[in-house]
């Protein structure tokens, strides 16, 4: 980068690491001095401390020194050493092809190119014969730090949480419905062992991108959202696409995947992976397409196969694979509405037909398991058949394909690969749960992982609200991630500020899915922001949503004092009307006729209105019993 | 108003007028000359007419003449007068009071009021010994003027619907889950007669409110949304609010409620309905409370009925009483996170706890009734003990109030008067349909209007999403109407903009719900869209959506030039990664190799899939059988 582009940069950046409002960053200490788990610690005006599942990575972190030309800390570097089952080699060469085959920019790209050469890491790989997955060693019964690391980040600091569920009738009437998951209420390292082993959850964490703060996809832990960035032929650059990373993370992105298809590829992804602590997932088909100039037909294996390697050396953690497109299949979408929209599907479906031969993903699929666990990186099943609108939802191509993943899981489980399945996509209300139905039944209950799904179609420009009502469904129903969907769905390339609106449309979806499970302690941050709510603690009921920022931007439109957050109203009623501030003097009017504090309140309460049920009576109006 | 308020009205009424993109404003005929039922018809670059139901009134007719200091016609005007059950009478005298105790901006209001002046009617009420409520007629087995154009309304314009269900395949697959719904093929007047005799249905229609084109609120009838303005004691004026309702409308609001709490309350209805081609509603008790000077103890059932006759006599289509919020409940949230939250609710609870008697409007409902039943005011029985949070949800003091609401609605079917029940409020996913069944068991099938309900508690300034997700999910499973949220909830009073994020997010999650339960012809316009999608016609695409203006807007921020609305990309994935490009490309592949039309082409593509699959197979990889 050259001097203006980085100050730029830096300017942005800044924004972005600045801690939210009253937050700190904490650590879980862990069973070793190295393993320390981020929490993002909120203090509330009445000195209360709610503790939440924090996706910022250091950039939040006051502390910690960053410096995007050099990338983050490696904090796995220990552990995968101490493995002793990798070792460091030079890696496949460099080519100039890597970054597509257009030369634009030359310059520039050499210069950014330069900077990140100070990014390279020497990969490592499985020793001869080893294999280095986090399911392979699972399946050994070693629970890994990553393993530990994944449940003490799942229970968070339960104890603040522990407030919020002392009334037993109440937990009893909102007990979860987790519609078959097997929730535990402490997630011990040696129940995420189980999972990873089982194959119902993955940690995705390429031995090369030791910066990752492990996390886990599952439907027995939290529901996770990804958000896609990466430039497009037509928009964007890299500093942008880094600033996006770091900007998704803030908003709660846990995973983030660089969908770039534009210029520059390789060397945006250096940027992108050294300088994020959340898993990055790519679609390697992309860059290949990139290095056959465009031209779909002129992919072959030998290209696809140099690409996933010289992505699993730069580090990322899990490929969308859309092995399930087959040459057989294609024809299946004939009579759709919208054929195939899957960018990775369709280029397969063309290569497919055009040489009238079985994908080459298909076909290789043990040889790209081979990839996969030299470096632990976790296959993305892709559904490259998923349905582009309602009317194609549930068709024959989508659930032909599915099968196919099902068949594939077990493969790559036969090589102790981490896999998750991709998922539609767009699919009305009433067809969400035979997705997932299918899904856990053919794919064995390997993590679902969908996009929305979007209910309805008509909604250009608010796809984000029209996917994350099928999201939070299929989220309940048992989906383990989200991909986000912006705003800019179906019509552009989001910016900063889409991202940002995907994700919380997102972030909302996936902790509504957690409460209607029944995830133990996700309903307490409601709780904590309900009883701020309450108390007219109207800081605290910033602090504790999801964007503290815009909630108090709202607020202070129409009242922007300073008195006016710890007033008794706000402008939606005003102080006549505020329902909250009446049911407090209805409280203080009973408690001071009846007993002084809330056990007792209701009891008064009820004193009072049994008193009046003996005596009065004459002006009642006779009332008919209810028939139904 | 004086002279540059009307001026800067008139600019934004002006821009509320103009006709959506490539739309006009036509009307489908009734068996009479004065019975024309709007629609919106959408002319697409292809010469298709996509026509859509519409709400927005004349206003968005060039044809009408609007002077909104004189009100628009009154369609129903000839079809009351011409039942000759009711008389025009003096009507109850303005007092000073109507407006609130405040005399704050005297000049101003006296201009305001001088002005409303040109907008009385003469009020009608029934003659001695009638009912005039849609009800009373139904169950004598007249089908109305209303019920005929409701059935045309709710019907639509089926002939462009049809050639988006050819494939009868398809449309099986999709074949909607109405939940117990009972939604046939062609609504006819008859039937909607006997929706509204059963009381499954509603049209709520003052007799002083001709103004108003009629629509039904029913199960089985097209989810509904309600969008609340209304000035608060802190901020707006009455030009915002008839401008906020004509620019509800036009996004598609179907009913509106005035909750204005703040000065000027009477003069600002006189504008509101005098304006609305769609049926208002009001919380009365709120004016009544003005009329007190805000002490809830003050209130009398005098005040309270002088304020429903008064706005009886305005034209007010429904009002909102809370008479299930009985003395012997209110105990029951003392232990509540959030207490009573309805403003209503919380009202009534403190007078009943004052007085230590019962609630004036429980005692004194049959005599309600009476009002009611002269105007043809519906009832919306509020739930004035709906939980304000996650943790309060479904709780004793929500059933008991819902099981009082289910015994009033008998009371007011016993007086032919029309009724619906409102519902929370907060609800996690999983507890939303209890909700819906207990309503539909307790209250005997009366229509249900929720708001929302929010499924989580921690989105402030994005509780339109974290309510949409609930809205669309307890739409389907059988509520009428939808209150809409917006993001200013919980913050503020929502401005223009938010009105129009509020009514966009929940037109997603009506139309969710409608494809959900198979409303017929509900996915002919995600058809139409995804055609066009499909196509690459993106003006279509924008025009056929919720907001083309935004999603237009949205495309063209990277590609706003002319030539990018006929590209086959956007700027989303650039020309060489746009799946529904690359799938045509393979379309046409197969096409030139196999048949040219598209029955023949899935064919073609299968009969080389077999061809390829007799001969090949050297290159599988042998897959062992999926087991479960």
Avoid at 47 to 68: F, W
Avoid at 216 to 231: H, L, Q, S
Avoid at 340 to 349: E, L, P
Avoid at 539 to 561: C, I, M, R, S, V
């Amino acid at each position: 980068m050259n001097a203006p582009d980085l100050d730029r940069f830096a300017q942005l950046l800044a924004s972005a690491r600045e801690p939210f409002p009253a937050s700190r960053k904490a650590y879980l200490a862990g069973s070793r001095a190295d393993l320390r788990v981020p929490v993002r610690d909120i203090t509330l005006t009445n000195g209360e401390v709610v503790s939440v599942y924090d996706t910022s990575g250091p950039y939040t972190d006051p502390a910690a020194q960053i410096d995007v030309r050099r990338g983050l800390d490696g904090v796995r570097s220990g552990w995968i050493a101490a493995r002793g089952d990798t070792e460091g080699y030079e890696g496949r060469v460099r080519k100039a092809l890597d970054d597509g085959q257009k030369a634009e920019d030359g310059d520039r790209l050499a210069q950014l190119r330069e900077q990140a050469a100070a990014l390279q890491r020497r990969p490592l790989r499985a020793r001869a014969g080893a294999n280095v997955t986090q399911m392979h060693y699972a399946k050994k019964g070693i629970v890994t730090p990553e393993m530990e690391y994944v449940a003490l980040r799942e229970n968070g600091r339960r104890e603040w949480m522990a407030q919020y569920s002392q009334d037993a009738a109440r937990e009893q009437r909102l007990a979860g419905n987790s519609l078959g998951a097997s929730i535990p209420t402490i997630i011990t390292p040696e129940f995420v062992r189980d999972e990873v082993a089982r194959g119902r959850a993955i940690i995705p964490a390429n031995i090369n991108h030791p910066e990752v703060e492990p996390m886990a996809i599952g439907r027995n832990f939290k529901v996770k959202i990804n958000a896609n960035i990466g430039n497009s032929a037509v928009t964007s650059s890299i500093e942008e696409e880094v600033e996006k990373l770091v900007w998704a993370i803030r908003w709660g992105a846990d995973n983030v995947m660089d969908l770039s298809t534009g210029k520059n590829i390789h060397t945006t992804r250096d940027w992108i992976i050294r300088n994020s602590p959340v898993p990055i997932g790519t679609v390697p088909i992309y860059q290949a397409l990139e290095k056959v100039g465009g031209v779909a037909e002129d992919l072959t294996w030998e290209i696809f196969r140099d690409t996933l390697i010289e992505q699993a050396e730069q580090g990322v953690d899990y490929f969308t694979i859309h092995a399930g497109v087959r040459l057989g299949f294609i024809h299946l979408t004939a009579q759709r509405r919208t054929g195939i929209v899957s960018r990775g599907g369709s280029i397969m479906a063309k290569w497919c037909m055009a040489h009238h031969r079985e994908s080459f993903l298909y076909t290789h699929f043990e040889d790209i398991c081979d990839i996969m666990k030299s470096y632990d990186v976790s296959f993305s099943l892709g559904d490259g058949l998923r349905p582009g609108c309602a009317s194609d939802a549930n068709d024959e191509a989508q659930f032909a394909e599915l099968h196919t993943l099902g068949e594939l899981t077990k493969i790559a489980w036969k090589h102790d690969v981490q896999t998750m399945i991709e998922g539609p996509g767009h699919v009305p209300m009433h067809l969400i749960a035979a997705n997932m139905a299918e899904q856990l039944k053919t794919c064995h209950e390997a993590p679902f992982y969908t996009l929305g799904p979007l209910t309805i179609d008509i909604a250009p420009g608010y796809d984000h609200i029209a996917s994350a009502i099928g999201a939070a469904m299929i989220g309940w129903m048992g989906t383990a991630m989200l991909c986000y969907v912006t705003p800019k769905e179906h019509l552009g390339l989001p910016d900063r500020d889409d991202v940002k609106q995907g994700i919380i449309a997102y972030k909302i979806a996936a902790h509504a899915a957690d409460v209607a499970k029944g995830h133990p302690g996700a309903r307490a941050r409601d709780d904590a922001l309900s009883q701020a709510r309450f108390d007219f603690r109207w800081q605290d009921q910033f602090n504790l949503g999801l964007d503290p920022e815009t909630a108090q931007q709202y607020h202070d439109e129409t009242l922007p004092k300073d008195s006016a957050k710890v007033a008794h109203f706000c402008s939606m009623c005003g102080p006549k009307f505020c329902s909250m501030k009446i049911t407090q003097e209805v409280r203080e009017f009973a408690a001071a006729r009846g007993l002084d504090e809330n056990q007792g309140l209701a009891a008064g309460m009820r004193a009072k209105a049994d008193e009046f049920n003996r005596a009065g009576g004459d002006f009642y109006i006779p009332i008919a019993p209810a028939a139904s």
